[in-house]
């Protein structure tokens, strides 16, 4: 139940009925349904359907596609964070035998690891995944189209071996794995592989006509893991709370945050969509916002699932037709019809608990050579270090507990890079050595190793 606070405006609920009533029609599905998430919970719900009298709920069942692949992430993620693999091992040390055993498991996270984009054959999508038996069936005798770890190539295959790694390591089907480890504990009891009443039939609308005709819904096989899941507005409102915090039932916050880093070489052309892929996410730039989260599609079926993380905003839309609607266009249209309408309240400024007189030391303006930079202590801890002239590079820190005070960068250029203050024998801060780069109190300062030296007769006016 939404509390009085979390409710949306009168004129919010209708511009987002408005957006998905626009969606529905103009793109001629049968149904679409929509959910928004704020406050780590869903606010508003909202379903168009062609079928009068037969609007569809948050408890309805739609074929959820590639967003079945963000599933399978996790799972290989909760594996990594047990000890019981790493993310930089070949996939031959785990599941040898595939033919591709030199690709890492974070190349196949990543969709860099030069693997086609989908199996030899028939249309996988629209065929039994009995005509797939094994990897090598959805491998090929060419599975590999690009060099490994190069560019950013989409993959289903490289998301049925991620299955089959999981289900080695595991010792159980994929399926009993994600239920046990990920629905079970997340409460998400309507995502199943199987479709369990009520769901929705999928349909392809004739491009030219207003008639449509059924899809055929297959179960994938070994193709599960890229695209297999049947869920409902209600429970991806839940998984997108999971995956802007974590649950550390199922993955830590840190381990969710890894998964919505860039991880895969961008095209050029990936770059112009300001699109970019972590590790089972999508990350895409819309509306001057950055969101996250990953579309799906089989015949029958559009799906999407993003967040805006900045407005704390998130948003499902799924309808039943192979073509129409364009689900990102719609969810990303409602998280910025939320975040414009009702910006998101910050929370209270608070001060440290705790002073910690070493880092205050560190906090004011300094100076990379003339670049005026200035460096701030958070409540959370965290140095943050900006340039004055709002141009340049920037960075927050944590402290390093492998350095004697140092503390590395997060995000940047400077991400992993230490930041360390070199204090003089009476114990002040004589400069801060970042990567190699000194910081000083006063630009080019006669007292500090500048590298290359300060000229001996200092500033002066043209000779």
Known sequence: MTSPQEELLPGTRRALLHRIAVAQTEGRAPSLVAAVVRGGRAVWSGARTSVEGEVPDGDVQYRIGSITKTFTAVLVLRLRDEGLLDLADPLEKHLPGTGVGEVTVVDLLAHRAGLAAETPGPWWERTPGSLRPGLTDVLGERPLVHPVGRRFHYSNPGYALLGALVEKLRGAPWEDVLRREVLEPLGLHRTTVEPVAPHAGGWAVH?????????????????????????????????????????????????????????????????????????????????????????GSLPGFLACLTMGLADDVGAVVLANCTSGPAPFTVAADLVRIVAEAEPRIP?????????????????????????????????????????????????????????????????GYYAGEVLKPVRRPDGTVSHLDLGSFVFTRQPYEESAPVPGGVDAEGWRGLL
């Open 207 to 295: 491009p030219w006509a207003d008639v449509m005709q059924p899809e055929p819904l297959e179960n994938l096989g070994v193709m599960a893991p890229a695209g297999q899941l049947w869920s409902t507005t209600g429970d991806l409102a839940r998984f997108a709370a999971f995956l802007a915090a974590g649950d550390e039932r199922v993955l830590s916050a840190e381990s969710v945050r890894e998964m919505r880093t860039p991880a895969a070489p961008a095209e050029a052309a990936d770059v112009a969509d300001g699109y970019a892929y972590g590790l089972g996410l999508e990350l895409r730039h819309q509306h001057g916002r950055a969101l996250v989260g990953h579309t």
């Open 347 to 411: 929370t209270p400024w608070r001060p440290l608990r705790e002073t910690d007189p070493a880092a205050l030391d560190l906090v004011g303006q300094w100076y990379w050579g003339t670049h005026p930079f200035g460096l701030r202590l958070s409540a959370d801890g965290l140095l943050a270090l900006e340039p004055l002239s709002g141009k340049g590079r920037r960075s927050r820190f944590r402290r390093d507990g492998d350095s004697d005070g140092g503390w590395v960068g997060l995000e």
